[in-house]
């Protein structure tokens, strides 16, 4: 008797496992046969979980049963599904949202789509794709050539073009000199490794060679000048020259700086009247020193909030711990030559929380220092407007610039090339109509 209960139990199950084929979904399986391929084609095994890894049998499955396994998990794990244990569509997620958050490239400059690439070092080393200092060195020369002209006519053209070229070269002969100092720390500092010294596109010897052309390109321009502007030009070079070492001294280089870079507004009247008329010219080389503290200041503040944005962004990872620990490195070290790679010598932190304040009243003074010179040279009306909407445009810089955004920090830095454009306007407007 329980021989027949045994065959007859063995026989139900076999018709259980036999029917199941009959009922499966899938087109490529034939209700008359009964037992299919157990194994699945490879790109479906990468997604099964059989049953019998889950609770495994105490018996080996027949094929038939292996088959029915096999369906039964294709229609619970699909090959299009992504199992739970499985990375790899999170791990695509996590890729293409890695490539989605990668800033894109910066365009290049005219330098490297245009000069040849044995050019190219030289080029950036003179600064020539970042224009905003050349002009930022040529409004004072050209504010002083276009106010010593003679009532009623237009500035020296020739002396406007020269003083254009030797702005270019001086301003290149500057950032040679300071790249050859600073040639050490450059490497060490993000911002400044890909400049031509240290990434060593160019050797120091090579600097060298370089600057004695930019300096003979520019002799050649000063031997056009008068005997008096030959003297007074060549007296410039002590102040090129020791800027770059400023920063390592004092927590005003931005003040020397001033003096260097406004050094044509003596230059240029001298150029054309012969000698200097102090009720004219001073006034105009004050207003050049203050507009350099102000937008020198705002540069400054470039360099030095980057250590202060890295500061900011471990405190927001939690990592209060780190953080304190390096900004009180930071200040300790604070006068120590590895700190001053992030430029900390600056009038950015000599100011601190008041350094709006501070470019507030220098911002006044080049005003009312342009305005007394204007004053003096006797020019006319149309002077004034340009000089207000100048005026307008310095406050819209000092009261809307982000002091701890670099992006903005930059783009208020180079707006003011149209500061010099709009003083310069006024000016030969105010010349004409005298």
């Keep these: 008797m329980a021989l027949l209960r045994a065959a007859a139990a063995a026989l139900?199950?076999?018709?259980?496992?036999?029917?199941l084929p009959a009922i499966s979904p899938f087109p490529h399986t034939h209700s008359s046969s009964p037992s299919?391929?157990?194994?699945?084609?490879?790109?479906?095994?990468?997604h099964l979980i059989t049953l019998s890894r889950r609770s495994p049998c105490l018996h080996p499955p027949s094929a038939s049963a292996a088959a029915s396994s096999f369906y039964i998990d294709r229609i619970l794990l699909p090959s299009s599904f992504s199992h739970p244990l499985s990375t790899s569509s999170r791990d695509k997620d996590t890729d293409k949202d890695k490539e989605d958050n990668i800033p894109p490239p910066a365009p290049a400059s005219w330098v490297e789509r245009w000069l040849p690439e044995a050019a190219r070092p030289y080029a950036m080393l003179a600064r020539l794709d970042k224009p905003i200092g050349t002009w930022l060195l040529a409004w004072p020369c050209m504010w002083s050539i276009t106010i010593a002209a003679m009532p009623?006519?237009?500035?020296?053209?020739?002396?406007?073009a020269l003083f254009g070229c030797g702005a270019v070269l001086l301003r290149g002969a500057g950032c040679t000199v300071n790249d050859l100092?600073?040639?050490d720390i450059d490497n060490k500092v993000e911002r400044t490794k890909s400049r031509p010294f240290a990434s060593g596109a160019l050797t120091p010897s090579q600097g060298v060679a370089f600057l004695g052309a930019q300096l003979l390109l520019g002799l050649g321009i000063l031997l056009q000048l008068n005997n008096f502007s030959r003297v007074l030009g060549a007296s410039s070079l002590l102040?090129?020259?020791?800027?770059?070492?400023?920063?390592?001294?004092?927590?005003?280089?931005?003040?020397y700086l001033g003096l260097t870079f406004n050094w044509g507004a003596l230059l240029g009247w001298a150029a054309i009247r012969g000698s200097l008329d102090p009720a004219v010219i001073l006034p105009l080389y004050t207003a050049g020193i203050c507009w350099t503290l102000v937008y020198d200041t705002i540069y400054a503040h470039q360099v030095f909030y980057w250590w202060h944005s890295f500061i900011s962004k471990l405190c927001k990872s939690n990592l209060l711990g780190l953080s304190w620990f390096l900004m009180i490195i930071?200040?300790?070290c604070q006068d120590k030559e590895d700190d001053l790679k992030v430029g900390v010598k600056s009038t950015a932190l000599r100011f601190g929380d008041l350094t709006k304040q501070w470019i507030s009243a220098f911002g006044a003074a080049s005003i009312g220092s342009l305005a007394l010179s204007g004053y003096n040279a006797e020019l006319a009306w149309p002077y004034y407007p340009l000089l207000t909407a100048a005026a307008a445009h310095l406050a819209w810089q000092i009261s809307t610039v982000d002091l701890s955004d670099r992006a903005d920090c930059n783009r208020k830095f180079v707006s003011n090339k149209?500061?010099?454009?709009?003083?310069?306007?006024g000016i030969l407007l105010g010349r004409l109509a005298s």
């Design 12 to 19: 139900r199950r076999r018709a259980r496992v036999a029917a």
């Design 36 to 46: 299919p391929s157990p194994a699945p084609n490879p790109p479906a095994r990468r």
């Design 152 to 160: 009623g006519e237009l500035p020296d053209l020739k002396m406007l």
């Design 181 to 183: 100092l600073d040639r």
């Design 239 to 255: 102040l090129v020259f020791s800027y770059p070492l400023m920063k390592r001294f004092t927590f005003w280089p931005q003040a």
């Design 330 to 332: 930071s200040v300790i």
């Design 418 to 425: 149209w500061f010099g454009a709009l003083v310069s306007s």
